[in-house]
């Protein structure tokens, strides 16, 4: 059988409804011919327009599934973004409730209170701190005319952000000392004097009953006359 003749049955036998001896012919004449081999392969190739359509479709999900991870990227992008806002404002909020806002001290930060009154009529206040302070005392008015002595302490009781000096010491008791006559605060003589607010005021001293603390000792009068006012230390 020539190859003009196996060519015009090369379709029906691709397709499989030739007859049988005509199948027998062709596959016979396969074995020695490879124009004709090659033409049965070709039977196989998917036709350009439905490549191209392949092509197409191929494109347009990778295209899809671009699209999908670059908006995964994004909101991942902006969650990080968020997370990160968060963290650094809860972060600056941390540093700044710890390290710039203060509190009156109240009796439990304090681990003893010494007042006594020299001869001279100053009032020695020496009070040992639980924990770091502001290194800050001040005086607070009240609406009765009283004077109160105060010590701020961070609202958070941490001592995460010591100086240098107070990380030398390998404890965490401070002491905090006052002299201070109670007739000189101003011009206008206060009618009383307390350390601390509040409930745990203590009262030094009054304008009507005079002095509410006990007379130093000999030592403690020594002491304090040898001592020069300063801060917390």
Same mark, same amino acid.
């Given at each position: 059988?020539?190859?003009?003749?196996?060519?015009?049955l090369? #379709? !029906?036998?691709?397709?499989?409804?030739?007859?049988? +001896?005509s199948?027998? $012919? &062709?596959? =016979?004449?396969?074995?020695?011919?490879?124009?004709?081999?090659?033409?049965?392969?070709?039977?196989?190739? #998917? !036709?350009?327009?439905?490549?191209?359509?392949?092509? +197409?479709?191929?494109? $347009? &999900?990778? =295209?899809?599934?671009?699209?999908?991870?670059r908006?995964?990227?994004?909101?991942?992008?902006?969650?990080?973004?968020?997370v990160?806002?968060?963290?650094?404002?809860?972060?600056?909020?941390?540093?700044?409730?710890?390290?710039q806002?203060?509190?009156?001290?109240?009796?439990?930060?304090?681990?003893?209170?010494?007042?006594?009154?020299?001869?001279?009529?100053?009032?020695?206040?020496?009070?040992?701190?639980?924990?770091?302070?502001?290194?800050?005392?001040?005086?607070?008015?009240?609406?009765?005319?009283?004077?109160?002595?105060?010590?701020?302490?961070?609202?958070?009781?941490?001592?995460?952000?010591?100086?240098?000096?107070?990380?030398?010491?390998?404890?965490?008791?401070?002491?905090?000392?006052?002299?201070?006559?109670?007739?000189?605060?101003?011009?206008?003589?206060?009618?009383?004097?307390?350390?601390?607010?509040?409930?745990?005021?203590?009262?030094?001293?009054?304008?009507?009953?005079?002095y509410?603390?006990?007379?130093?000792?000999?030592?403690?009068?020594?002491?304090?006359?040898?001592?020069?006012?300063?801060?917390?230390f």
């Amino acid at each position: 059988m020539n190859c003009r003749i196996v060519q015009d049955l090369l #379709p !029906l036998y691709h397709d499989g409804v030739c007859s049988q +001896e005509s199948r027998t $012919a &062709v596959e =016979e004449h396969l074995t020695g011919c490879e124009a004709c081999r090659r033409m049965l392969a070709d039977m196989d190739a #998917p !036709l350009p327009a439905a490549a191209e359509k392949q092509a +197409e479709n191929d494109a $347009a &999900v990778v =295209e899809k599934i671009a699209r999908e991870w670059r908006r995964l990227w994004r909101r991942a992008l902006l969650t990080g973004t968020v997370v990160v806002l968060v963290l650094c404002l809860g972060g600056f909020a941390f540093w700044y409730s710890v390290t710039q806002c203060a509190v009156p001290m109240d009796s439990g930060d304090y681990a003893y209170l010494n007042t006594c009154v020299l001869e001279s009529g100053e009032i020695c206040v020496d009070v040992g701190l639980n924990r770091a302070c502001r290194n800050c005392m001040y005086y607070e008015t009240d609406e009765s005319g009283g004077v109160h002595l105060c010590i701020l302490r961070p609202p958070l009781r941490l001592n995460i952000f010591l100086n240098a000096y107070e990380k030398m010491f390998p404890f965490d008791l401070a002491a905090a000392r006052w002299k201070f006559d109670p007739r000189d605060f101003s011009s206008v003589e206060p009618e009383n004097v307390y350390f601390g607010v509040g409930e745990d005021s203590i009262l030094l001293w009054s304008k009507e009953a005079g002095y509410a603390v006990p007379a130093a000792t000999e030592t403690e009068e020594a002491f304090w006359n040898d001592w020069s006012p300063g801060h917390v230390f």
